[in-house]
């Protein structure tokens, strides 16, 4: 897919004033420093469309990004960030978690993992808690320019081992370069073909 045109649309907190329409909704989330600035901006071809992170925990917002007028990027804040408050931290997650149940456009949730990172408890129990909420997602290793592949293979086994705990399969799964770029073909694939399968019913 190429994408013409990338812009912000709208910030806010309450799923009920993301944007009207029922244009196709991709989300992107993860654990702060994870990544998803990076990789948004890497896959919009734009430097600075989302804020790579200053503070950590400091934008709690549901960022909305129009792509070629015809979907959206969603950017969920970060979560499981220890510098947050607890009751903050309740609050962001009963926002999150009220767009990931509600908001009818949403097509995917991309759950960015660190590939240099063993699996992490809580993106394992986010992971489930999609799965459980029947909320479809797809797992997506970001910085592999950071790691050998041998080292990457390794710890892709076993995300993928603590998954199979869980699960009869495994969710799609992409890995991704912020730096080179790489992964961004197949990832923009998927989203549209998604958009394709929606429009055509
Ligand atoms: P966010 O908090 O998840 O939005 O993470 P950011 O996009 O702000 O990235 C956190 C840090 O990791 C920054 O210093 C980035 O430059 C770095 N980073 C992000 N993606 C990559 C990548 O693919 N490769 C490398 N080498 N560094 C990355």
Redesign the pocket.
């Known amino acids: 897919m190429k994408i013409k045109e990338a812009v912000f649309a709208i910030s806010n907190t309450d799923h009920k004033k993301c944007p009207d329409g029922n244009l196709p909704e991709y989300a992107f989330i993860?654990?702060?420093?994870?990544?998803?600035?990076?990789?948004?901006?890497?896959l919009t071809e734009q430097k600075k469309l989302?804020?790579?992170?200053g503070k950590?925990g400091k934008t709690q917002l549901i960022n909305h990004f129009l792509i070629n007028q015809e979907w959206y990027i969603v950017d969920l804040p970060?979560y499981g960030y220890a510098k947050v408050s607890k009751s903050a931290r309740e609050k962001f997650e009963k926002f999150i978690s009220d767009y990931l149940t509600k908001r009818e456009q949403l097509l995917n949730v991309f759950v960015?993992l660190d590939s240099r990172l063993e699996p992490q408890q809580i993106d394992l129990e986010f992971m489930n808690w999609c799965g459980q909420k029947e909320i479809p997602f797809a797992m997506v290793f970001?910085?592999?320019?950071?790691l050998s592949s041998s080292a990457l293979q390794k710890n892709m086994a076993k995300y993928k081992k603590e998954m199979m705990k869980y699960w009869e399969e495994l969710p799609p799964v992409f890995t991704?370069?912020?730096?080179?770029g790489f992964g961004r073909e197949k990832l923009l694939n998927y989203i549209e073909n998604i958009n394709l399968a929606v429009k055509n019913g």
Do not use: C, H, W, Y
């Not at 993860?30 to 890497?42: A, E």
């Not at 989302?50 to 992170?53: G, P």
């Open positions: 993860g654990r702060s420093n994870v990544g998803k600035s990076s990789l948004i901006n890497m989302a804020k790579t992170s950590p970060g960015l970001t910085k592999i320019d950071k991704t370069s912020s730096e080179s």
